[in-house]
């Protein structure tokens, strides 16, 4: 017999920016934060079970993110955390500085209740060949199964905040062993 | 400091064919299993520590999968269990019968080893809006978080073999809560 | 200086279904004629000095379509050239019997006063590598240059109606020598 | 009956970069022209009657072209135009100075023998909602279709070369009244 989940697993997605979010301006003629994108890429995705509810903090380049964005960004998730209103949260974020934000996180709540997942994406979502929906898909996967923490999750790999680096080479997040070095 | 894994995280992918397999036949204005799409799927993403062996089984609607092809499948799974050359094991498979094979799975093995995830696609990958890029990103996140066992993922939900259930009306996968029903 | 054209280039475009508008229905597991996708063509392309009226006459597979039907393609197409509401109509059809269609309205309008372009795909727009934005783009580039006369435009060819040939073999649209060969 | 006809159209493709060829790089962070997209895109589209010959001159940005750049472009135009060796010639353009190269060939070739269109794209081909494959397969319609001279094609509309002015405003090309206005 079929019983469905009368509770959906509650899904906080807070967007911030970043590269994931970048599109093209055909009067700039370049590439920029100027209308959401996150809302269309969950839009695409299928999740019968998950109630997702965005909010748009804000959309900046994590390379120019302000320490008071950064700041209202660990305030967001501490307010969502402690009121208890979502079984796990994640958040989109630019890859340049998502480990300094992941970090913060970790430090002003080191006993979360419950899992907050960092994503973003090395291409933009509207363009060529881009890792955004993978990335998506897989945050939202892990946010379901990991334990409470701090966790970065990109191309396939689930790292401790105090954890994470980006690789510039080869553009990607891997795992430091020195977890003291912040 | 970084230090990247030494050893990748290997998956071995077996295909079976499925919905999320076809393709546009132009000759014969019908959608067929004509020609090898996992690859293709798996190349669009990125996983630059994990190690990803595709092995294609068959290539069967799975509506038509027959005993002794389930079978096949089953023992292509229980040999490379038994073998330890993979850390999971992801099969693409026709959602008709997921079920079916998840359950003849779970029989043969009642001890896995590693995670043995079933997962395929309501809508070709080859088709607008498909749901397969999402699913299979998905079963490989969950093939490296869940415990040992076997498993069908779809849509970001994780069903243990046995109560696996294709729910026809809303086109995705449920979970039952009788489990003692096969 | 700039003085933009006070009139735009009125474009009347008539759907019949075919292939181009093939979509999946995942209830049925195939590919069907059950949802507009003309529209979503056209709102994809980019014509700043067409006004483009859709009107949607049927959606029916071409191999299916009945004598009456045929007949009510020709008699609206009648209908908008006699009214002269149109510089240029173009009709999406199935390839099978685009031919048909295409004699048939030469016959019944000998002398056409517009360009009556015919056209299709031989892949739904709703699927991988589809040739519909190609064949529509061009359907409309040939709408504006040829000389009134009924004619079908595939893969970058503008065929008279009495020369229109389906090659089953290499899926396009060939001339015939023979012009008598109704 | 059918009669294929031997000799194809011969169409010589030359790609000097522009928007329409730009890619993001992911270690830049930005659109750049780093790789040949022209190639792709042809690719894409079905001419199975049409001989596409694609020569590469360079990959700039028009806003950057130099004086003795755009005379190579005028340079090899002419030579394929006195050797006869196409039926027309298309030339992929960055759209900010389109219209002073056309003017140049215009300028250079008073009597041209083949039709020679310019064309290129608002948005890149590798980005989301791009104009770039209408604006390349009307290129190739309009290619067969005018007499000789020389044009701009983009967004369903073919304008002459002494005539072509881009609207920064609405982002495509309009035909101005003025013709003495070079």
């Known amino acids: 017999m079929n019983a469905s989940r009368a509770t959906r697993f509650r899904l906080c997605l807070l967007a ?3 590269t994931i979010e970048k599109t093209y ?8 934060l100027g209308q959401p994108v996150i809302e269309h890429l969950v839009d695409g995705l299928t999740h019968p079970d998950i109630a997702i509810d965005i909010q748009r903090l804000m959309a900046v380049d994590s390379l120019d993110m302000q320490a008071d964005e950064r700041a209202a960004v660990v305030a967001r998730i501490q307010a969502i955390e ?3 209103t979502a079984d796990a ?6 890859t340049d500085t998502l480990a300094t934000t992941a970090r913060a996180i970790a430090q002003q709540i080191p006993h979360p209740t419950c899992p907050i997942i960092l994503t973003g994406a090395m291409r933009p979502y509207r363009v060529a060949d881009s890792d955004a929906t993978q990335n998506m898909a ?14 970065g999750v990109l191309h ?5 905040a105090e954890r994470i680096e980006k690789d510039y080479e080869r553009l990607t997040f891997i795992e430091r062993d020195d977890v003291d070095r912040s």
Do not use: C, N, S, W
């Open 156 to 160: 396939g790999r689930v790292i401790a």
């Open 138 to 151: 897989q945050a939202i996967m892990a946010a379901r199964l990991v334990a409470p923490g701090v966790y």
């Open 16 to 18: 911030t920016g970043g």
């Open 89 to 94: 949260i994640v958040v989109t974020h630019g």
């Open 82 to 84: 402690q009121a208890g």
């Open 25 to 32: 301006d055909a009067h700039e003629g370049r590439l920029v």
